[in-house]
């Protein structure tokens, strides 16, 4: 597979366009072939031993994205954007977990289950004798928001507006949408679509410290 044919210099413009949305246009609506693009960008973001202990729901009920904004902190980007992301944690992940792993590992790569002993013998022994205390729902959390950060740089590339929020009520997005019933517990909200005209976050300036005081050499 060929490296995309992306300069520098395009990453840093785009880094730079992009901006936590805080108004967006309800009438104009993500196409079909960018979102799917978008959707990927959650598929095959990366996550500790490949595990993935995730899912994430796309909001497309306009009922209950309405109901949600009071769970919300009252941010109506949640019922306004084109798209509502919820990005969830399986709960309590564990050894459990790893076989259904391994079966997929073995289907996609064709090798023999046998051949993954010791892959599997590597993530058993994380999960039960870590080398650091390992809460799951805590580990699971911070695999979302590796998924989270390479959906925000997706949509910034295909030109398209988001927020992340983690300004709401989990146990009440739990609720509304039936994912405790599911096993899973939502992280962080994403909401993505297009800026509206009006929305005056869009012409402040990002402010970031100074390269030098962020970033480090050690030679």
Same mark, same amino acid.
Not at 75 to 104: C, F, N
Not at 166 to 194: D, H, M, R, W
């Given at each position: =597979? #060929?490296?995309?044919?992306?300069?520098?210099?395009?990453?840093?413009?785009?880094? #730079?366009?992009? /901006?936590?949305?805080?108004?967006?246009?309800?009438?104009?609506?993500?196409?079909? *072939? !960018?979102?799917?693009?978008?959707?990927?960008? $959650?598929? $095959?973001?990366?996550?500790?031993?490949? =595990?993935? +202990?995730?899912?994430?729901? !796309?909001?497309?009920?306009?009922?209950?994205?309405?109901? $949600?904004?009071?769970?919300?902190? #009252?941010?109506? %980007?949640?019922?306004?954007?084109?798209?509502?992301?919820?990005?969830?944690?399986?709960?309590?992940?564990?050894?459990?977990?790893? +076989?259904?792993?391994?079966?997929?590992?073995?289907?996609?790569?064709?090798?023999?289950?046998?051949?993954?002993?010791?892959?599997?013998? &590597?993530?058993?022994?994380?999960?039960? *004798? +870590?080398?650091? +205390? $390992?809460?799951?729902?805590?580990?699971?959390?911070?695999?979302?928001?590796?998924? &989270?950060?390479?959906? &925000?740089?997706?949509?910034?590339?295909?030109?398209?507006? %988001?927020?992340? =929020?983690?300004?709401?009520?989990?146990?009440? /997005? #739990?609720?509304?949408?039936? &994912?405790?019933?599911?096993? /899973?517990?939502?992280?962080?909200?994403?909401?993505?679509? /297009?800026?509206?005209?009006?929305?005056?976050?869009?012409?402040?300036?990002?402010?970031?410290?100074?390269?030098?005081?962020?970033?480090?050499?050690?030679?």
């Amino acid at each position: =597979m #060929n490296k995309p044919d992306l300069t520098p210099e395009q990453i840093i413009q785009t880094l #730079n366009w992009r /901006y936590a949305t805080k108004k967006f246009d309800p009438d104009k609506k993500i196409p079909d *072939d !960018v979102w799917k693009a978008l959707e990927q960008s $959650l598929v $095959l973001a990366p996550s500790s031993f490949g =595990m993935q +202990p995730w899912k994430f729901f !796309v909001v497309r009920n306009l009922d209950l994205r309405e109901q $949600l904004v009071e769970y919300s902190f #009252n941010q109506t %980007t949640v019922a306004e954007a084109s798209h509502l992301v919820v990005l969830a944690i399986k709960k309590d992940i564990g050894v459990d977990d790893i +076989p259904h792993y391994i079966d997929r590992v073995s289907e996609v790569r064709n090798v023999p289950k046998d051949k993954l002993e010791g892959l599997t013998n &590597l993530i058993k022994g994380y999960l039960r *004798d +870590p080398p650091f +205390p $390992l809460q799951p729902d805590k580990w699971s959390a911070k695999q979302v928001y590796l998924a &989270l950060g390479f959906f &925000l740089h997706s949509a910034a590339l295909l030109g398209i507006d %988001t927020c992340a =929020m983690e300004g709401f009520v989990p146990s009440k /997005y #739990n609720e509304i949408l039936g &994912l405790s019933k599911q096993g /899973y517990s939502a992280v962080v909200l994403c909401t993505a679509g /297009y800026r509206a005209e009006d929305d005056d976050a869009a012409d402040k300036s990002k402010v970031r410290y100074p390269t030098e005081e962020v970033v480090s050499y050690i030679d």
